[in-house]
């Protein structure tokens, strides 16, 4: 899976590279896709694909599987239930998140997690989900696609060591 990963994300930078800098390329890419861009990333910026490639990546490389596959659902569900519902149920603005969105995403991705998982104690689990929802919530600079599941992975590795 590893090395899957890694080709995938080098791939995404490849594809990265040639959008910024191939104008034929760039034309295509921007007529492909340009209407999923975000302004940065239209401007240059790493899109979104290519951060979740490089948070799978790092995920999968630093933690073991149980970890790894309860942060990667943390971000693959919690995140998009938390941008969804943020959209519908815009309360509690902080930044560009909303807390209605946060809560959605950490209550449906803590329950997925819960019933997926057969190695984790639910509270770890719990403690994962509060923190890749809360760093999910914080408005920072780094990708969240980046940033929820090694933060909730090692919040995680963390817990059920202790534990």
């Known amino acids: 899976m590893v090395s899957i990963l890694i080709s995938m994300s080098l791939f995404a930078f490849s594809i990265e590279y ?3 800098n191939k104008r034929f390329f760039s034309k295509l890419f ?15 910026r790493l899109t979104g694909a ?12 630093l ?3 149980p ?14 239930i938390a941008a969804l ?3 519908l149920y815009p309360k509690g603005q902080i930044g560009d998140k909303t807390f209605s969105g946060t809560l959605f995403g950490f209550v449906i991705s803590l329950i997925l997690v819960l019933m997926v998982n057969q190695a984790l104690l639910p509270m770890v689990i719990l403690l994962g989900a509060i923190a890749a929802m809360g760093i999910e919530l914080i408005p ?18 963390l817990m059920d060591r202790i534990i």
């Open 18 to 20: 040639l959008r910024n």
């Open 30 to 44: 921007n007529s492909l896709f340009g209407f999923m861009l975000r302004e940065t990333e239209s401007k240059g």
């Open 50 to 61: 290519t951060w979740l490639l490089i948070g799978w990546s790092i995920t999968v490389m």
């Open 63 to 65: 933690f073991e599987m």
């Open 67 to 80: 970890i790894a596959v309860a942060a990667l659902l943390f971000l693959s569900i919690g995140d998009s």
């Open 85 to 87: 519902a943020g959209k």
């Open 140 to 157: 920072t600079k780094v990708n969240d696609n980046l940033t929820i599941p090694i933060f909730s992975g090692s919040v995680m590795m």
